[in-house]
């Protein structure tokens, strides 16, 4: 079955402007989760989504945001960009949120230069 | 704080070789840890361990995980080329009414030298 589907694949974008990532899940899964990797700071968890809901947030600032759709594919949203977004930014989904543990499987990231 | 702290940060071997990489964790309300490989750009899953399933094998990689010290082990014994990648440990920790997070290290650079 087809894997987690991350677009675009890569973007260059200017401090100042806004940016949205799409995530399209493994079929069947319905948590979406998001990461920002940088070189500095490995994976850190920015929010995950179940049915639509956001569950979790991590410590990012109000420019970053998301969503999620009934078809369980999630956008996130960065405005304002600023030179330190520059990062890779992964999705990961999994069949469920909290119920059970169960690995989550991985996108191949977008990769967001900031200039 | 939650955090996960990974050891060494880098590490250059020979094939051939055997190597430990490390793990350890700060968590309230842990569930699980998992161990992920990343070569390029995606992380691929190994290995997830459990209070109920604490040592997990595959091949040449296996993994323990000590609750009582609060940290992990991968090993890879007869390490190859293809071995060379960043290895991730997280840890799944169960945040208030019934929604989970992963908690990644900043991961271990492997390089394995032929």
């Known amino acids: 079955k087809a894997g987690v589907t991350q677009t675009p694949r890569y973007l260059i974008k200017t401090r100042g402007q806004q940016v949205t990532l799409s995530c399209s899940p493994i079929?069947?899964?319905?948590?979406v989760s998001w990461y920002q990797q940088t070189p500095g700071q490995g994976l850190q968890f920015l929010f995950e989504y179940f049915s639509e809901t956001q569950r979790n947030k991590g410590n990012f600032p109000g420019r970053f945001s998301g969503r999620q759709f009934s078809n369980s594919r999630s956008e996130m949203n960065v405005s304002t960009l600023e030179l330190g977004d520059s990062a890779l930014y992964l999705c990961a989904s999994s069949r469920t949120s909290g119920q059970m543990n169960t690995e989550a499987f991985f996108g191949q990231g977008t990769r967001l230069t900031v200039v | 704080e939650d955090k996960v702290v990974q050891s060494p940060l880098s590490l250059v071997v020979h094939e051939g070789d055997t190597v430990t990489l490390n793990c350890s964790y700060e968590?309230?309300?842990?569930?699980?840890l998992l161990w992920y490989k990343q070569e390029k750009k995606a992380p691929t899953f190994l290995f997830m361990l459990t209070s109920s399933g604490i040592e997990k094998k595959s091949g040449r990689l296996s993994s323990i995980l000590d609750k009582k010290e609060l940290s992990s082990i991968l090993n890879i014994t007869a390490t190859q080329t293809g071995d060379s990648a960043i290895y991730l440990c997280a840890v799944e920790a169960r945040y208030g009414g019934a929604t989970n997070k992963l908690i990644f290290g900043t991961g271990t650079l492997l390089a394995v030298q032929p």
């Open positions: 079929s069947g899964h319905r948590s």
């Open positions: 968590v309230t309300n842990f569930r699980s």
